[in-house]
């Protein structure tokens, strides 16, 4: 990691400092807004830059919004789950080719979406907005997982052929194409999450990491074991006005330094946005100062 000077993040003074501070308030101990929150960052925090400029990987998630049933039938048959009692998180559980072929979450359905892919789709972003058939919707959320490593359908698609750019519409596209094959591909990802239902207002993010909601543009996953939650990431993503973000939230494909994986709201353009997004830039943790 490399100390840098604010002078060297291009883009800053344009921030809109206060929209990130409403940001880190959510997951800070911080209840007092200040007068000038550019001042306050440049005041209690040092940049450093995480990797060499230019190798900080970024990519997008978002909340998927989806036609649901709390019953399953003809229009909705592909489940969400619960977590099973008893399950024991610091031990790998069965892996999901194994929960399919057994049906071993039987009895812990919390609702049905339409299609399979849409329901994989769901636990790789660990939340869903549901619009349930019989009225009203369902927010769930991350509530644990099996304990298996991640292993991502687009690399395995990119494996048999299928051209790039792999977006989430290009797998759609490839299942509905393909829908006897479609249970191999999800299977080529043994790790498997386990959903909440969750109390939240409509205007209202999904919950992430530390317990609190996500902000559309501002909220950053990472790998905690690099960057602490709770900390201010100047975000520097080819493509995108640079901003400062806030690490909030973690996933099972963002390890390493220069990871970033950056929420991007919910629904259909929220998706299509945070789907293109799998570019290079530059990563600056703010570092609290002493």
């Known amino acids: 990691m490399r100390p840098v000077s604010w002078a060297e993040l291009d883009g800053w003074s344009a921030d809109d400092h206060a929209a990130a501070w409403a940001a880190f308030s959510l997951t800070a101990d911080?209840?007092?807004?200040?007068?000038?929150?550019?001042?306050?960052?440049e005041e209690n925090f040092d940049p450093v830059e995480v990797v060499p400029a230019g190798t900080a990987h970024f990519t997008g998630y978002y909340e998927p919004e989806l036609p649901a049933s709390r019953q399953r039938n003809a229009a909705f048959s592909h489940?969400?789950?619960?977590?099973?009692p008893g399950l024991d998180l610091s031990q790998p559980w069965h892996a999901r080719a194994e929960i399919v072929a057994g049906d071993l979450l039987s009895g812990h359905e919390i609702a049905y979406v339409e299609t399979a892919i849409e329901a994989f789709l769901a636990q790789v972003q660990g939340s869903v907005r549901l619009r349930l058939a019989e009225g009203g919707s369902l927010r769930l959320g991350f509530a644990a997982?099996?304990?298996?490593?991640?292993?991502?359908?687009?690399?395995?698609?990119?494996?048999?052929?299928v051209a790039a750019p792999i977006t989430p519409d290009v797998i759609r596209r490839w299942c509905a194409e393909n829908p006897g094959q479609v249970q191999?591909?999800?299977?080529?990802?043994?790790?498997f999450v386990f959903?909440?239902?969750?109390?939240?207002?409509e205007d209202s993010g999904p919950i992430g990491a530390m317990g609190q909601p996500v902000t559309a543009g501002r909220s950053l996953a990472v790998d905690p074991?690099?960057?602490?939650?709770?900390?201010?990431?100047?975000?520097?993503?080819?493509?995108?006005?640079?901003?400062?973000?806030?690490?909030?939230?973690?996933?099972s494909?963002?390890?390493g330094p220069g990871r970033g994986d950056i929420f991007c709201g919910t629904g259909?353009?929220?998706?299509?946005?945070?789907?293109?997004?799998?570019?290079?830039?530059?990563?600056?943790?703010?570092?609290?100062?002493?």
């Open 225 to 251: 074991d690099v960057i602490p939650l709770g900390s201010p990431v100047w975000a520097d993503c080819p493509g995108r006005t640079p901003r400062l973000m806030v690490a909030q939230d973690i996933g």
């Open 79 to 84: 489940p969400l789950y619960s977590t099973p």
């Open 30 to 41: 911080a209840p007092v807004a200040p007068s000038d929150p550019r001042a306050f960052f």
């Open 195 to 201: 959903f909440q239902v969750l109390d939240l207002p």
């Open 253 to 255: 494909a963002i390890k």
């Open 145 to 161: 997982k099996n304990g298996q490593p991640y292993r991502s359908i687009g690399a395995e698609l990119a494996r048999r052929g």
């Open 184 to 191: 191999d591909l999800l299977n080529h990802n043994p790790s």
């Open 268 to 290: 259909p353009e929220a998706g299509a946005e945070a789907g293109a997004i799998n570019d290079h830039g530059r990563m600056i943790w703010l570092r609290r100062r002493a």
